[in-house]
């Protein structure tokens, strides 16, 4: 997006040191980065740097509202419902297209958002490789609002461990060692120190959790949580777990409820110009006439399973559940990544922590994906090259 950054890159870049910097990257938990790590980052020039902070504002207007919770309660699946939930949602990620309007202008849009963790502690590491990869210059960074990373770093802690001892804070996922993203799993227990332990050796006694930290009973008092219920729905045979539906005396980081809560949910409450329009199908009694603009997406669901991209009358008729389902204004992504080959689309995925104590949430990082297939994601793209995870470069 900036011309002279992308040219300057592109230039220099080569295989020899792509493999190299591919190299520092995998060798940070080697076998573990299970995704494509794209070979440039993106460079956001300042304005369109300042529309998706912009937009996040007025979303966040949205969130902090007192009417949101009453607003939103439907919006959790009464089977994953889960009690003691907080007042905020600690981590919050925003996903904006790259996107080109009607004029032929760049403006940012909105896709998704989530009130849940991300590669919070990958970034860390991933970030500052690929500034040196890059060759950035120092009038760029991947933070936001004047954190570095060792500020990042210190915030992600005191909102994760505060004063509890690391070893009675677990980072909670199922089966961790096979999930995709596990090499940010191991680079968040380097910088916190806290346990990776997955749901199904995890302990309830009454009201108490607990995991065996090498032999020994230990007591569970905050769940840093990257577990997704939808995900854990559509597993198989995994025995007899511990039913996170009840209630334990545990603190949770981000509550599960406001995974649901600011998610594609939300997405028809907000107006702003670089948020698409878009309606709960429940409440649309006539469908646009301009329908082949909209795309249809399941309101539970992750890794943009379900979506509709050229949506038609009948696929409209055949939803038997319309409330669990959203008509969403289509957006155009630009072909704006400058490649070898054919250029690549990009997404911003927003980095949002929200501190005790703090009115609001604060954008503090990000990471960026890049796609040559029609949807953004590991699946669309295989067998492309420039594609796949990085980070953007913001212009400060």
């Known amino acids: 997006m900036v011309k002279e950054l992308r040219d300057k890159f592109n230039a220099a870049f080569t295989k020899e040191k792509y493999d190299a910097y591919e190299a520092k990257i995998e060798a940070l938990h080697p076998g573990a980065l299970d995704f494509r790590n794209a070979e440039t980052p993106v460079f956001i020039p300042k304005d369109f740097k300042e529309k998706m902070l912009g937009a996040c504002e007025d979303i966040i207007d949205v969130i902090t509202d007192p009417k949101f919770l009453s607003l939103t309660d439907r919006g959790i699946p009464a089977n994953v419902k889960v009690p003691s939930e907080n007042s905020r949602s600690e ?3 925003f996903d904006f297209g790259i996107c080109e309007n009607d004029k032929g202008e760049l403006e940012p849009q909105l896709i998704e958002m989530q009130g849940f963790p991300t590669l919070y502690g990958f970034q860390a590491f991933h970030s500052e490789l690929t500034a040196d990869y890059a060759e950035l210059p120092d009038t760029y960074s991947p933070y936001l609002n004047g954190y570095t990373k060792e ?20 980072l909670l996922e199922i089966f961790p060692e096979q999930q995709k993203t596990r090499i940010d799993f191991y680079c968040t227990q380097q910088l916190l120190g806290i346990p990776i332990v997955c749901l199904t050796k995890l302990i309830a006694e009454g009201d108490k959790l607990y995991y065996m ?12 949580n990257r577990l997704i219920f939808d995900d854990l729905q559509k597993q198989e045979g995994l025995g007899e777990v511990v039913d996170l539906t009840k209630p334990y005396d545990v603190e949770w980081v981000p509550h599960p409820n406001w995974f649901y809560r600011i998610s594609k949910f939300t ?8 948020v698409p329009h878009t309606y709960f199908l429940s409440e649309l009694k006539q469908a646009p006439a301009d329908l082949e603009n909209y795309v249809l997406k399941p309101l539970f669901s992750f890794a943009g399973m379900g979506v509709v991209i050229d949506v038609m009358q009948e696929d409209i008729d055949k939803v038997t559940d ?23 689309k990009a997404e911003i995925r927003l980095f949002y922590f929200w501190k005790k104590g703090w009115p609001r949430p604060k954008a503090v990082h990000n990471l960026a994906r890049l796609s040559k297939g029609k949807m953004i994601g590991t699946r669309y793209n295989k067998d492309k090259e420039w594609v796949g995870g990085n980070v953007a470069f913001f212009e400060k």
Do not use: M, S
Request: charged share 25%; proline share 11%; no cysteine.
């Open 213 to 224: 930290n090498n032999g020994v009973k230990t007591p569970v008092k905050r769940i840093y």
């Open 267 to 274: 997405l028809p409450f907000i107006r702003n110009p670089y």
């Open 91 to 93: 981590f919050i990620v």
């Open 151 to 170: 500020t990042y770093t210190a915030l992600l802690k005191e909102i994760i461990v505060g004063d509890l001892n690391p070893e009675n804070v677990i």
């Open 322 to 344: 319309p409330e669990n389902w959203i008509l969403q204004r289509k957006v155009k992504y630009a072909d704006v990544i400058k490649t070898p080959d054919i250029p690549a």
